[in-house]
């Protein structure tokens, strides 16, 4: 009996042993973390530790757990929050608050935009509900003061604001907690007789209170708007409506427009003009208007740009610009048009041609100058200019680097040439040319004379009491250059060397029957030798004759020591040569040996000895000498006829 028990419960635990290997065999390794174990986030941010001495912890923040709203950042300290958007942040612990965002047809404008954080602290605040600031002045870090700060304020308004608005959102326009009259009621009894009397026993609860009222604060006693209709500060009501008694006392005793002209007679005259604003036409006067009071001068229902941009949206881009036209941006639209009517098309306040001119006075006398641009003498200031403004400089319709072009066309692609001049490259006319008017031809800023030294004139005083090339002397640069673009080199007007022979037609008219040309003048190279400019020198050459002529020509010297021909010695290469072209080989200005008789004329002792015979009778020198240096005394070439190198002429000679 005792073995079955004991066989029993072994058998019992070896049942017990394999489930358990088997729970163990069959669960999931267990994951090893690589690297590092996260460090809490308030090793590094210690600077936040501060903020659990704070009266209100942000729930998270209490619990140190970072991560709640946090992503970690690893080595770069980046803010990088789970959710992009502050709001969608906010609202994955704050779903209730989500919910009813959804419902409200009002939401507070930063919360519409997503962002939480211009009233609350993240992380913890001294203030209730995580507050940057207490009451109105949280309000007022992104409200103006200004409208709130008046003489006479609204109660409620200096109490708390939240005691009219909806911090979040509400069902109501400007977030107001319940309907307009009955938050009114909330402080205001409608039924007292000083109430009623003071509103002229008009039942105002079936109407609207910031018809008349500023709910926040004002300049007068009885917190009306800031400008007001005369009958209502006169409390004279029954002027435009029905009596209190009437079954409709609201009721006006005229339809609009016909009501306005009671009054205003004189408006009425001065408004039959043949361009009529269309509210003025169709005697739609509270398109415009209020019939009791705003914040707004000449009891308008908006501001002066705003209450245009509410019909004329096309135009709402225009507050946008970069550049606004000064007086919208001082006057608005009211500035140039007149609001009601006018004796010019767009209800302007004078012709579209002078309406400029009553700001510009400047300008206009610009059209006395002898050289006008067309759009300025025909006044089409609209041509280049919006009349409301642009973004870009001048209120320019388009950058001023192609505005130009939208009329020029044709110079365009004129200009568009291999060489064209650094302002027409980067499309800055106005660097020689004005607007508007100018005193010297082609609109220029300046003289053409004095025009080109404003940026070249350090070219000018490099050249001072030298020999200086007429033109360049008398700054008529264009006489050379074209000013815009050209497809030679410098810009130049004609290639080289036609450019040249515009004015040195001896040099052009030589060329054309000659037998031998200076190969610089032959590939237009003028340059090569001349300056165009000037220089020190004659002829405008760019260096000595002889290192001039040495420069290409350097074959010439065939020894270390630069001697031989005496001329050669002296530098003077045009004792025997002729610059330009020659009738004769090597640009000489006589044939052999007649050149070298004009210096070697006389039969000297020493002549007749070498020589044998007279000079006159040496048919050609260059056969035996050379004509510039050599190694050997005489000029003698380096290679000889073995009779002649001993002196024996008579070997071949009579």
């Keep these: 009996m005792n073995h079955r028990k004991y066989l029993h419960n072994a058998l019992k635990l070896i049942f017990i042993l394999f489930i358990f290997c088997l729970y163990y065999s069959c669960a999931p390794e267990p994951t090893v973390r ?75 404008t930063a919360l519409k935009q997503g962002r939480c954080l211009p009233c609350h602290n993240p992380h913890a605040s001294d203030n209730k509900f995580l507050l940057k600031k207490t009451g109105n002045d949280q309000c007022f870090t992104c409200h103006k003061d200004a409208p709130f700060m008046r003489a006479k304020r609204h109660k409620p308004q200096n109490d708390n604001c939240l005691i009219c608005h909806a911090a979040h959102g509400s069902q109501y326009k400007d977030n107001i907690i319940k309907g307009e009259t009955e938050l009114c009621q909330s402080c205001h009894n409608f039924t007292e007789t000083s109430f009623r009397k003071g509103h002229k026993d008009y039942p105002v609860e079936q109407s609207r209170c910031t018809n008349c009222h500023t709910a926040h604060s004002s300049t007068n006693e009885s917190l009306l708007r800031e400008s007001i209709h005369t009958p209502l500060k006169l409390a004279q009501c029954t002027s435009c409506h029905k009596p209190p008694t009437d079954p409709k006392p609201f009721s006006v005793i005229a339809p609009d427009g016909k009501l306005c002209y009671v009054c205003h007679k004189k408006e009425e005259t001065a408004f039959k003009k043949p361009y009529k604003h269309r509210p003025l036409e169709e005697d739609k006067c509270q398109s415009c208007h209020s ?87 025909k006044v089409e200031c609209k041509k280049c200019h919006d009349s409301h403004g642009s973004n870009n400089k001048g209120m320019m319709k388009t950058a001023l680097t192609n505005l130009c072009y939208t009329c020029h066309k044709k110079e365009e692609k004129e200009f568009f040439k291999v060489f064209i ?144 021909h005496i001329s050669l010695e002296k530098g003077d290469c045009l004792s025997c040569h002729l610059s330009h072209f020659s009738e004769s080989k090597y640009l000489l200005n006589a044939k052999d040996p007649a050149l070298c008789v004009k210096c070697h004329s006389a039969d000297t002792e020493r002549l007749l000895k070498v020589h044998i015979e007279p000079i006159a009778k040496i048919n050609q020198c260059l056969s035996c000498h050379e004509p510039h240096v050599t190694e050997k005394p005489g000029l003698l070439r380096k290679i000889k006829h073995t009779p002649f190198s001993k002196g024996d002429c008579k070997a071949c000679h009579e």
């Design 421 to 564: 001049h650094t302002p027409v490259s980067k499309k800055e006319c106005a660097s020689c040319h004005k607007p508007h008017s100018s005193s010297y031809k082609s609109l220029l800023i300046d003289s053409s004379q004095q025009l080109c030294v404003k940026c070249h004139g350090d070219m000018f005083l490099e050249v001072k009491e030298e020999v200086i090339h007429p033109p360049f002397k008398d700054k008529s640069c264009e006489t050379c250059h074209d000013p815009h673009s050209s497809d030679y080199p410098d810009n130049t007007v004609l290639p080289m060397p036609n450019l040249c022979f515009g004015c040195h037609k001896n040099i052009e008219n030589g060329l054309k029957g000659s037998a031998d040309k200076h190969l610089p003048v032959e590939e237009g190279k003028c340059t090569g030798c001349h300056s165009p400019h000037g220089t020190k020198l004659s002829h405008l050459l760019l260096n000595r004759p002889q290192e001039l002529c040495l420069s290409c020509h350097e074959k010439i010297v065939t020894t270390n020591v630069r001697k031989g």
């Design 291 to 377: 019939p009791h009071a705003t914040d707004f001068p000449k009891i308008t229902l908006m501001g002066k740009n705003e209450l245009c941009i509410s019909c004329h949206e096309k135009k709402s881009g225009v507050l946008k610009v970069s550049n606004l036209h000064g007086p919208i941006k001082d006057k608005g639209c009211t500035a140039c048009h007149n609001p009601h009517a006018s004796e010019y098309p767009l209800y302007l306040k004078a012709s579209e041609k002078q309406i400029c001119f009553t700001c510009h006075p400047k300008t206009e006398g610009e059209l006395k100058e002898k050289n006008i641009h067309v759009p300025f003498y």
């Design 34 to 108: 690589k690297g590092f174990a996260p460090k809490p986030c308030l090793d590094c941010h210690k600077e936040k530790l501060n903020e659990f001495q704070k009266k209100f912890v942000h729930s998270p923040m209490g619990k140190q757990d970072c991560e709640a709203c946090h992503l970690r950042h690893g080595r770069l300290p980046v803010l990088t929050l789970k959710e992009k958007e502050e709001r969608k942040l906010c609202f994955t612990c704050h779903a209730q608050m989500a919910q009813n965002m959804d419902k409200l047809s009002h939401v507070h």
